[in-house]
């Protein structure tokens, strides 16, 4: 039997258009031979489509698209991802996440995902009703036993029972988002399953971003000895065809390296953001430090140096070699550059805020990272950092309503973390593109790109520059935070495996730095719920992952 895997980068709610896409993609299959093609998990609808799968109309509109499709699926079996009605009522979940088998013109078969995660980014258990029954098919002589992603995550049925009943393959759609190594926890698994029921398994995910998420394709079969027979590319639409038995190998990607890798899903991620919203244009406040830096890196890779504006914006505290790197960045990228001097803006907001300033308290500041405690006095400049950033915010968000851009926001995860970025300042923009990237992740991406390159399209000056929001004179962060590469050390402890702070200190992390970073993270929630959505790259992102509650006394 020859097997189709179609790798496709499908647009939530865009019925019609995934529908086209889909028929498209199972005339390339016919025409390459294929006797079965297999489509992603709910690609007909998108996924995820979240509450829209609540809708019964959408529901329907999917269920008759479904239908029609059906006429393409001549001379070849097709397996479409779809949300399928649940019949008889029920309660406020109206689908199944289904997989249409399509042959002759005609609905022949359909599954119904059984396991429904609900942890980390998924809510399955929120919108489908699970199904009940495992499914085992006829293509070309061969038994196909059919299952739904999360269905194979966890040993047993449904794939157990299938193989049992004489599957020689197991084909399985998938809607698998990317979190740095996931590629490589996948094949693992595939491994083990293809070894332990002694068949095939034919693995073809989505490809694509959806707001937060990023889908890494990586499609793949493995024989039944656990050994990769093909493997698609990774971040790309393809159309990964494998003989099943194989006699010699089929197409084998090489899987990208973590830089690489990482660097992919934000360029990916941030291209569907801008394109599948309409945008046409996006602006980058441009400091000359290493996270606008990597931002700038990332829209221009993405949309191309026409379609980026780099915004640069000098205060009095800014120094004129930052100034001057951030000039080199926007001319090596070929993007245009907007110069706009804020010193007359801050004097005006000064004045007309000096006499509500008399002797009354600021607020909090990137040089301060903490909200303010009521009970300790505040320093004097904090109130003025912040003005600079709010200024450079609101110009950001003129040019924004003027062209029509979408403003890329620069602070990363470190900084997203504790709290220490300015709310309506540089948090200001429309897309965080480096949002669940930590700081020490940042400069290894930014070198990752320079050696791609070949050249520095970043200055060496900008890698080594000691960090510094550069609000007032000489500052730098680690006036406020432990050093980035401590700091994200006791982050990825406490934000992404949920330690305690005995078990951080117990491994070896410093027990005052941990108080501190708890104590920050914790009272910074209220920011992170107020910040532009960003692409996951990390195994627990804010947001979709990793939901606390803005009042909150547990100091555990």
């Known amino acids: 039997m020859r097997v189709a895997l179609a790798q496709i980068d499908p647009t939530v709610g865009d019925i019609e258009g995934n529908s086209a896409k889909i028929a498209e993609w199972i005339g390339r299959a016919r025409g390459e031979g294929a006797d079965l093609v297999v489509f992603p998990e709910l690609c007909l609808p ?36 779809f949300a399928e009605p649940v019949s008889g009522g029920g309660d406020f979940r109206h689908a199944h996440n289904s997989l249409a088998v399509l042959a002759g013109g005609e609905v022949r078969a359909v599954y119904r995902k059984s396991r429904l995660p609900n942890y980390s980014v998924f809510d399955e258990q929120r919108y489908f009703v699970p199904g009940e029954e495992p499914a085992v098919v006829e293509v070309a002589g061969l038994q196909v036993g059919l299952t739904v992603c999360e269905d194979v995550w966890v040993p047993g049925p449904p794939a157990q029972a299938e193989a049992a009943a004489g599957a020689s393959l197991i ?11 996931k590629g490589r926890e996948r094949e693992a698994m595939f491994a083990e399953r293809a070894r332990a029921y002694g068949c095939h398994f034919a693995f073809c ?12 394709g990586h499609s793949l079969v493995v024989g039944p000895d656990g050994e990769v027979l093909a493997r698609a590319a990774q971040f790309e639409e393809e159309l990964l065809v494998c003989e099943i038995p194989a006699a010699s190998p089929g197409r084998l990607a090489e899987p990208l390296s973590e830089p690489a890798e990482v660097y992919a899903a934000l360029v990916l ?21 290493i996270d606008s830096a990597l931002v700038a890196l990332l829209a221009v890779d993405a949309l191309g140096p026409d379609r980026v504006s780099c915004v640069v914006m000098p205060s009095p505290h800014s120094s004129v070699e930052t100034q001057a790197d951030a000039r080199t960045i926007a001319a090596n990228l070929g993007a245009e550059t907007i110069e706009i001097a804020i010193e007359s803006a801050m004097s005006a907001y000064e004045d007309a805020l000096a006499p509500s300033f008399q002797g009354r308290d600021g607020e909090e500041s990137p040089g301060q990272a903490l909200p303010r405690d009521p009970t300790r006095p505040s ?7 912040n003005l600079q950033a709010r200024i450079r915010g609101n110009l950001m968000m003129a040019l924004s309503n003027k062209h029509g851009w979408l403003v890329l926001t620069t602070g990363n995860k470190s900084e997203m973390s504790v709290g220490y970025a300015t709310l309506y300042g540089d948090m200001a923009g429309g897309f ?17 790109r320079n050696e791609a390159a070949g050249r520095e399209l970043v ?22 935070l432990p050093p980035y590469d401590l700091l994200d050390r006791v982050l990825e402890a406490y934000v992404e495996r949920d330690q305690g702070r005995e078990e951080m200190i117990a491994g070896g992390l410093p027990a005052e730095v941990v108080d501190d970073v708890v104590r ?11 910040a532009a959505p960003g692409i996951r790259i990390t195994p627990r992102a804010f947001g979709r992952d990793r939901r606390l509650p803005i009042t909150n006394r547990f100091r555990g």
């Open 46 to 81: 998108g996924y995820p489509a979240e509450d829209l799968y609540l809708k019964r109309h959408f529901v329907e509109a999917n269920r008759r698209a479904v239908e029609d499709l059906a006429a393409e699926a001549t001379g070849v079996v097709a397996l479409v991802g």
């Open 171 to 181: 084909a399985n759609p998938s809607g698998s988002p990317y979190h740095r190594g």
């Open 205 to 216: 995910n989505l490809v694509g971003g959806q707001d937060e998420l990023v889908f890494d």
């Open 269 to 289: 991620g941030l291209r569907d953001y801008v394109l599948k919203n309409g945008f046409r244009h996006v602006g980058v406040a441009l400091s000359g430090g």
């Open 379 to 385: 320093e004097p400049d904090l109130a003025a950092e």
């Open 432 to 448: 965080a593109a480096i949002k669940d990237v930590p700081k020490t992740l940042v400069y290894e991406l930014v070198r990752h």
């Open 459 to 480: 200055p060496a000056t900008v890698l080594e520059r000691a960090p510094s929001a550069e609000l007032r004179p000489d500052q730098l962060d680690s006036d406020s």
């Open 520 to 530: 920050m993270v914790d009272r910074s929630e209220y920011k992170r719920r107020q």
